[in-house]
């Protein structure tokens, strides 16, 4: 079923529109929901959320693409549930040392928020994605925005495990330098 499909059957207040949506877009969103929580069960509860909230959000908002709106809200309900997590202990898996990894280039002494406004930092960053290959970008954030791990990106990839681990410490290289050179001081 089309995305346009989909988002009609919401504005007409369908149920239909969640399964829909489910079938299209579920593996996905547990997927990405999994890479951060590394819990099934909290996976399936951020999809399931994540639903619910795009059901009160639809309508008003038409999302174009669909996927990619209930991939925003499957992501965000997970890191909020992963950093909601980490308050009351340190975890491990995949988002921690993703975070960690990205940490180095975005932080320093003072938070992103001193040095820079979330906004600008966020177009910033958008600058960096645009100037990269296909690949890097397909790399980079299948880590930082998916949460992959490495076996994962490099079965996307066809590259190997350490093919990917080199290369994102050479992106996360460039994109410190990039920020540092439009004025992020890390």
């Not at 795009?54 to 038409?62: D, F, G, H, K």
């Not at 960053?125 to 998916?146: H, K, M, P, Q, T």
């Amino acid at each position: 079923m089309e995305d346009r499909a989909i988002v009609q059957l919401f504005f007409e207040r369908s149920e239909e529109a969640i399964r829909a949506a489910d079938r299209k877009y579920g593996k996905l969103c547990y997927k990405i929901a999994h890479n951060i929580l590394n819990s099934s069960g909290d996976a399936e509860e951020c999809v399931n959320d994540a639903y619910l909230g795009a059901w009160n959000t639809i309508p008003p908002a038409r999302p174009e693409p669909l996927g990619a709106y209930l991939c925003k809200i499957v992501r965000n309900l997970a890191l909020n549930r992963y950093h909601a997590g980490c308050a009351l202990k340190r975890g491990g898996g995949n988002c921690a040392v993703a975070l960690e990894e990205l940490e180095e280039c975005l932080a320093s002494g003072s938070s992103v928020e001193d040095s820079l406004a979330g906004q600008e930092l966020v177009r910033l960053i958008e600058g960096f994605l645009d100037g990269l290959s296909v690949e890097d970008r397909v790399i980079f954030l299948g880590r930082y925005w998916f949460a992959a791990c490495y076996r994962d990106i490099a079965a996307r990839t066809g590259m190997s495990e350490k093919a990917v681990s080199v290369r994102l410490v050479r992106l996360r290289k460039r994109l410190r330098r990039y920020l540092k050179e439009r004025g992020v001081f890390l």
